[in-house]
């Protein structure tokens, strides 16, 4: 980044370019510039706009102190180098940033603010920004069905706060800057999770309950992973809170382990509805369900099982049996039940397709 101005086959020195990053000697303070000594390069001055916009920092500094600063113009009207501070200095921290980015470095930062998507904060005065997706497992926002201002609200407690974190991207043309604070534990997960293989069975406790599944703590590690709304129960799910709820300690099995993360499934313990259901039901067979929901598709229908205490089959009644969404609200209702005839089953595929019989 910073230059050498010698040509060390001819032994001489070499004008200075303009982008350059140059270190120099204040010698001079006057009331709107700063002089610096560039050595063999002549002498270099901070004023006009680059003045004011580094100010506060230059207000800091004293005669003797050397600082780089960029090259603005190698030689203006009066044979000095116009520099300035401010260029120099956010050119330099992106250099320090990338190095950081390059180590893997860990390193704390100060949070400034919180909106919905994230934490705001800066690194050598550079702004970044950790989105929720990258907070650690503890203080990630689990908050049933994603409302946004609670979310906030709690995003809100960590302002003032320290988290360390690592660099996840940086793009010093766009001045984007984003950071992790879960890439941090990483490489200590990923190690950790060696001591587990897909298909053990694990015991744990349910730490936060969110629309797109749960968040369980298990093993003496006290490792956080994730139950999928999929793998939550083999019935249609509409809120994982109709499963499942904060605290309650349950078994679950782990289905990928990938890197630093663990996906687990209660449903892989559970017996599959769907086994054998062609021994009970074939295409043509006339059973009563219950409407459960509607969607641009058609009808979730639950089957009802006189002989059976819970029954979690669900099919579909769809949308082209009526014609269209309003023709299928005017002849079904949500809870309601009807006769519905089976046109298809596929118990591999978890699939039963229904059509509605005249009442």
């Given amino acids: 980044m910073i230059k050498k101005f010698i040509d060390e086959k001819n032994d001489l020195v070499r004008p200075v370019k303009t982008g350059e990053i140059i270190e120099g000697k204040i010698i001079d303070k006057a009331r709107a510039a700063v002089f610096l000594d560039l050595g063999a390069q002549g002498t270099g001055i901070i004023y006009g706009k680059e003045f004011y916009e580094a100010k506060e920092k230059l207000k800091n500094l004293k005669i003797g102190d050397s600082i780089f600063a960029k090259v603005i113009s190698p030689e203006n009207e009066e044979g000095y180098v116009e520099l300035s501070l401010t260029k120099a200095g956010k050119e330099l921290a992106w250099e320090t940033l990338l190095q950081k980015k390059q180590k893997g470095e860990i390193f704390p930062v100060k949070i400034l603010k919180a909106n919905k998507g994230g934490l705001m904060t800066e690194v050598s005065g550079i702004p970044a920004f950790i989105p929720v997706s990258q907070l650690a497992p503890v203080n990630y926002p689990k908050v049933e069905g994603g409302n946004t201002q609670q979310i906030l609200k709690i995003l ?11 660099i ?8 984007k800057l984003i950071l992790s604070e879960k890439a941090k534990e990483a490489d200590k997960l990923k190690d950790v999770l060696k001591n587990y293989k897909v298909g053990d069975v694990v015991e744990g406790e349910i730490t ?9 703590k298990f093993g003496v590690e006290e490792l956080e992973g994730l139950i999928h709304i999929s ?16 605290g309650e300690k349950v078994k679950a099995k782990i289905i990928d382990i990938s890197e630093d993360k663990v996906s687990l499934s209660l449903k892989a313990l559970k017996k599959d509805p769907w ?3 062609e021994k009970k039901y074939k295409k043509g067979d006339v059973i009563k369900g219950k409407v459960t929901k509607f969607n641009p598709f058609g009808a979730f229908v639950q089957i009802l099982d006189p002989t059976a205490k819970e029954f979690k089959i669900q099919g579909l009644c769809h949308i082209s049996e009526f014609g269209s969404e309003k023709k299928m609200k005017e002849m079904l209702g949500i809870d309601k039940k009807y ?7 596929e118990p591999r595929e978890h699939r039963m397709s229904l059509r509605l019989i005249e009442q």
Avoid: C, Y
Avoid at 161 to 166: D, G, Y
């Fill in 339 to 345: 006769n519905f005839q089976i046109i298809s089953i």
């Fill in 208 to 216: 936060g309950v969110v629309d797109f599944g749960a968040f369980i």
């Fill in 231 to 246: 793998e939550l129960d083999w019935q249609l799910i509409e809120s994982p809170s109709e499963i499942i709820k904060v």
């Fill in 156 to 166: 809100q407690k960590f302002v003032g706060q320290e988290l360390e974190v690592k």
């Fill in 168 to 175: 996840l991207a940086l793009d010093e043309k766009e001045e």
């Fill in 275 to 277: 086994q054998d259901l």
